[in-house]
């Protein structure tokens, strides 16, 4: 059965850090391209960052770029998402992703910004 196992989340003070994990059960990353969304109450699911098997070239969302580091561990097929100098506005489900939007989908995990 392939899966995408999420891990980390959780509650922090604005400005503080956090680290979303995401394994791949079933299946490797190697030949796809991964990625991680979030979705925020009542709005659509953005992309935040996707790495780019082909070129190793990674891509961050301009409301995350310098905050947010997409890093990949290619021996345990394990993606991270570390995330610093949260703000409010960054509370939502987190999700990680391999294969595109019709492809497999971690469980979700919930970050929350507040004080």
């Known amino acids: 059965q392939l899966q995408l196992v999420q891990s980390g989340g959780g509650l922090v003070q604005p400005g503080g850090s956090l680290r979303l994990s995401c394994a791949a059960s079933?299946?490797?990353?190697?030949?796809?391209?991964i990625g991680w969304f979030r979705q925020a109450p009542g709005k659509e699911r953005k992309r935040l960052s996707c790495?780019?098997?082909?070129?190793?070239?990674?891509y961050y969302a301009d409301s995350v770029k310098g905050r947010f580091t997409f890093s990949r561990d290619s021996a345990n097929d394990t993606v991270y998402l570390q995330m610093n100098a949260l703000k409010p506005e960054d509370s939502a489900v987190y999700f990680c992703?391999?294969?595109?939007?019709?492809?497999?989908w971690g469980q979700g995990t919930q970050v929350t910004v507040s004080e």
């Open positions: 790495f780019n098997t082909n070129d190793g070239n990674i």
């Open positions: 992703n391999a294969g595109g939007l019709a492809g497999n």
């Open positions: 079933g299946f490797t990353f190697d030949h796809y391209a």
